[in-house]
Every structure is written in structure tokens, then in C-alpha cells.
């Protein structure tokens, strides 16, 4: 760690931004991080991660992806100021170290993987609202394209009124309440079904063949799980030493903030074993009332998280095309976050709407941008950049990293275009699934 920060001092940004930064302390950077370790795609773990793998493979799969998950991240929080100057986003780092090329590549690549998260979101949050419908009614009228619809436009209210990551605050408390009611609901419920059920079969499905793609793409979600793609932009938020206070958030995500997602993934897969849903809230059995608060607050921590990972994009928005006069909320600011913000997310709700089977998409985006991003990037930047202070055998860890991790995202890649083509003859546009 350099002397500058431990002194607390403050280096020279890579570029100004029209967003706050610098002003959070770690306990409230640690829990944007928990709020998108305990978002709601976490109550589909037991059916994407626990189902293809297993118990013996999907409990240490997850305990490892974490191991490593942590170790990755914890290599770009010590990048972030580099040069002297602090790198408050991915692209900006990425350029420092390569060059203007790899600046554009990193952050084609860091768009891609939040557009698409985002559209998942959005997804999540249409099939939380078409399922607390459903416990209701049972018509059929209100179909998911219209709940995804719905979603999108609570979506972009919720970013009129935020307009940056350091000012979501109070909601962040909500955000964590809202993932204690549905995990501890789906939790609860899946504990009294599987003391009431007869024996599970937890045997892994498909035939061999299918199975090695279906783990491909399962240990594709375990770095899902935990890896924000963003960690640049979350530490630009975080008080100095922005290092050491990175590294307290980065240890309150990994232990404290990932017992929830062990505790509903490992209770769904027990209660139902291999014919777990995608989704743990389709297959409790209990009240109606208490699955609709469930499901309810799936959808409303779900427009939390969205303005998470939309914050990258938002921030390029603001800085490059904003007027940088007045306050955040000046009339003409929120005219502009009303028109840009809420055009970016009309485009995400299309998407979601048109393709609402996205998890294909999602597992070979996450392939192409999550994994380099995540582990292929860290460990060769942290190389460039450290190479000097390297001795050889770390030098060798960092380069295992990146050969292994280049290898496993074009496995995951192949993976996931089987997948699409398999599924493309079942799905078709505005399907309600």
C-alpha cells in the first residue's frame, strides 16, 4: 500500500466526474457490495449452481469461487491509484496500464456485462410482480411482458430521484431489509417443506454429455455470484485510505455479507433437491400473504440493485453530456436524468420484454466480459503494474490466474452458445414464462 494513502491523503483523480465520490465510509461500500451478493437472482442459486453440481461440488464450489472471488478483487482494490492519481473507473485503469485501445476494449466490455445484468434485473423484477399476481389471480391477464413493462418504469423513477451511488444512503438499509424478508421467507418455508417431504433425489440430471455443460455453466454463475464487474467505480465512492477502507468492505462482503446467499441456496437444494426451480419462491408452499410480501420484496430490492450496476453508465452519462451547473437536483438536471436515464432503461426494458429467457444471453456475456474482467484482467494488471516487486513464483500464481481463467471463460462461452441453441427452438420474443 502506498504512503499516501495510509496517510489518508488524497492523489490526483484520472478524470473529473460529475458524480460525488470519495465521502462513503466502508460499512456503507460494504453493503452496495452485499446488496448485489443478496440480490434477488440469489433465489435462483439452488437451481442454477446446487442442481448441476451437487452437494459435494456446488458447496465447495461456492466456498472457493468466494476464496478466489475475494483474493481477485482484493488485487484491484490496490490498483486503484496507480501513477499517483486515483482510477475511479475500470477503463480509466485499464488505459493507464495498456493504452487508449485497451480503454475502449475494457469498458466495451464492462458495458456489455451491466447492460445485460441490468436487463436482468428488470427480468427478476417482471417475474416477482407476475408472481405475486399469480398467487391471486390465476387468469393469466397480466402476462410478463407487461409486468416487465411495469418494472422498467418503477426502475427509472426510482433513478430520477438518485442521482449518484453515494447518495442511495438510507435505501441501502432497505435494500438489506428487503433481501432478509425474502431470504428468510424462502428459507423458513423451504425448512417446513423439507421436514415434511419425503426423500429427495439429489441426483445430478441430463445425461453425460449434457451434465459437463450444464457444470460449465454452472460454475459461470458462481463467479456471478459474488463479482460486481465494477469494482473501480465502487471503490471511487469510499473515503481515503481508499485501500484499506476497500478491503474492510471487501471482507464484510465475503463473510458476514455471504452467509445469507449459503443459507438459502443450500436449504432450497435440501428441501427439493433436483427438481429445485430457477426460482426458490415457485416451489415454498405456505401462506399466500406471507409469499406475496416475499415476492413483493424481491421486486423492490431488485429496483435497488438495478441502480447499482446502471451506476457506471449513468456516471459516463452525467459527466460527459451533463450541464456540471447547479445542484443534482437543479431543474435541468433532473429534466436530464428524466430523458437520458430513462431512455438507457427504455432500451433495458425492451430488451428484457423481446428476450425475456435472457439467462442464455447472460451466461455467454458473463463468459466474454465477466470472467476477463473479474480474474483474467486483475491478476495481469496487477503483474504489469507490481512486476517489479514479483518474485518468481508469484509471478508464475498471477500468470496460472490468467491462463486458467482465459481458458475456463472459452469454455463457459461454448457452453452458453449450446444453451442458445438449444433453447431458441422453445422461447420465442415476448414469451411469458
Known amino acids: 500500500m502506498d504512503a499516501a494513502d495510509e496517510k489518508g491523503e488524497r492523489p490526483d483523480l484520472s478524470d473529473d466526474t460529475a458524480h460525488q465520490i470519495s465521502v462513503d465510509p466502508w460499512y456503507q461500500v460494504g453493503f452496495v457490495l452485499i446488496t448485489g451478493v443478496n440480490s434477488a437472482y440469489v433465489l435462483g442459486y439452488s437451481g442454477s449452481i446446487m442442481v448441476p453440481l451437487g452437494w459435494i461440488a456446488g458447496v465447495c464450489g ?71 399476481y399469480a398467487l391471486f389471480r390465476d387468469d393469466g391477464l397480466l402476462k410478463l411482458p407487461y409486468c416487465i413493462a411495469i418494472s422498467g418504469f418503477i426502475c427509472a423513477l426510482f433513478a430520477f430521484g438518485i442521482p449518484y451511488l453515494s447518495a442511495l444512503r438510507i435505501w441501502l438499509g432497505f435494500s438489506t431489509l428487503f433481501s432478509l424478508i425474502y431470504i428468510v421467507i424462502a428459507f423458513v418455508l423451504s425448512l417446513r417443506d423439507g421436514i415434511t417431504a419425503p426423500a429427495r433425489d439429489y441426483s445430478i440430471p441430463g445425461s453425460h454429455g449434457t451434465r459437463i455443460f450444464t457444470t460449465i455453466g454452472a460454475v459461470a454463475d458462481l463467479v456471478f455470484a459474488y463479482n460486481t464487474g465494477m469494482l473501480p467505480e465502487i471503490q471511487a465512492t469510499i473515503r481515503p485510505p481508499v485501500v484499506k477502507n476497500m478491503e474492510k468492505a471487501l471482507w464484510f462482503q465475503f463473510t458476514v455479507g455471504s452467509l445469507p446467499l449459503y443459507a438459502v441456496t443450500f436449504m432450497g437444494y435440501w428441501a427439493y433437491g433436483s427438481s429445485t426451480s430457477g426460482y426458490l419462491l415457485n416451489n415454498v408452499k405456505g401462506p399466500t400473504w406471507i409469499k406475496a410480501i416475499a415476492n413483493l420484496s424481491a421486486f423492490l430490492q431488485t429496483v435497488i440493485a438495478l441502480h447499482i450496476f446502471a451506476s457506471p453508465m449513468y456516471e459516463f452519462l452525467d459527466t460527459k453530456y451533463g450541464s456540471g451547473h447547479g445542484g443534482p437536483f437543479a431543474f435541468h438536471n433532473v429534466v436530464f436524468r428524466v430523458l437520458v436515464r430513462g431512455g438507457y432503461l427504455t432500451v433495458n426494458t425492451l430488451v428484457a420484454a423481446v428476450l425475456p429467457f435472457l439467462g442464455d444471453f447472460m451466461s455467454l456475456t458473463g463468459a466474454l466480459s465477466t470472467f476477463p474482467l473479474t480474474f483474467v484482467l486483475a491478476n495481469h494488471m496487477y503483474l504489469m503494474v507490481k512486476r517489479h516487486k514479483l518474485s518468481a513464483i508469484q509471478k508464475s500464481w498471477h500468470w496460472l490466474n490468467v491462463i486458467g481463467f482465459s481458458g475456463l471463460a472459452v469454455a463457459a462461452a461454448v457452453a452458453a452458445i449450446r444453451l442458445i441453441m438449444l433453447d431458441s427452438s422453445t422461447y420465442h420474443f415476448f414469451a411469458d414464462l
Open 62 to 132: 461456492l466456498l472457493l469461487a468466494a476464496a478466489i472471488s475475494m483474493y481477485a478483487n482484493a488485487l484491484l482494490a490496490r490498483l486503484h491509484e496507480v501513477g499517483g492519481k486515483r482510477h475511479i473507473r475500470y477503463r480509466d485503469l485499464a488505459g493507464h496500464i495498456y493504452g487508449r485501445k485497451m480503454y475502449a476494449l475494457t469498458w466495451a466490455l464492462q458495458y456489455v456485462n451491466l447492460f445485460m445484468i441490468n436487463t436482468g434485473f428488470i427480468i427478476l423484477a417482471g417475474q416477482a410482480l407476475k408472481a405475486t
